[in-house]
């Protein structure tokens, strides 16, 4: 592995260069909530006529070099491979800190003016469940945190993202909160009202 270029607009590392979520030989398992930027890929380096290499992240450039010595002369030969996109994608940049709902939502230039029945409200401009999903941690692909997406302000571990879906009235509202840390943890947060910051620093991005 030569170069790696990430292009994503949702990649919150300083360093577009990094390797994180590449991976030899298999497909690429997501990254722990706790993982640095790394200069180095996971996995057993690749041998023989085949390799495989996988990626979590998309919208990727990696420049890969092969080496092989037959009859005491060295050969190589480099290739570039381009990723398409993942599911960062679907994220117009690294996501807004917010301490409410309401907040976040104005972060995306969204608006929560909207029905409270229960189902996704584009109107507002948060992410979609299935879009949340397809970032999540370990079991899932591990997009947001390979890109460096941060965790919640009160460091959790869970990583706590708005959606765009809510319910009830008045005082009494509920929305649809993600865990990224495993991607299969749907928590619904009583709001209350806007001044109402106990809920973690969670973030957002919009779709």
Request: aromatic share 14%.
């Amino acid at each position: 592995m030569e170069a790696s270029y990430v292009s994503a607009k949702a990649w919150a590392r300083s360093d577009r260069t990094l390797l994180n979520g590449l991976y030899w030989g298999k497909s690429a398992p997501s990254l722990s909530a706790s993982e640095n930027d790394r200069s180095k890929m996971e996995g057993t380096p690749p041998t023989g006529v085949r390799a495989f290499l996988t990626d979590i992240v998309g919208e990727r450039k990696v420049t890969v070099k092969a080496v092989t010595t037959i009859g005491g002369q060295t050969y190589e030969a480099t290739t570039e491979v381009h990723f398409g996109p993942g599911p960062l994608a679907a994220f117009a940049g690294p996501p807004h800190g917010a301490s409410t709902w309401r907040e976040a939502v104005k972060a995306c230039g969204g608006t929560w003016d909207v029905d409270m029945s229960g189902y996704y409200q584009p109107q507002t401009r948060l992410p979609t469940e299935e879009q949340l999903y397809a970032v999540a941690g370990r079991s899932r692909y591990g997009a947001a945190h390979a890109a460096g997406w941060r965790d919640d302000a009160y460091g959790s571990g869970f990583f706590l993202y708005w959606t765009g879906k809510a319910c009830g009235d008045g005082d009494d509202q509920d929305v649809r909160i993600i865990s990224l840390y495993d991607g299969a943890v749907e928590w619904y947060y009583y709001l209350m009202k806007d001044w109402y910051h106990w809920y973690p620093d969670s973030a957002d991005g919009a779709p």
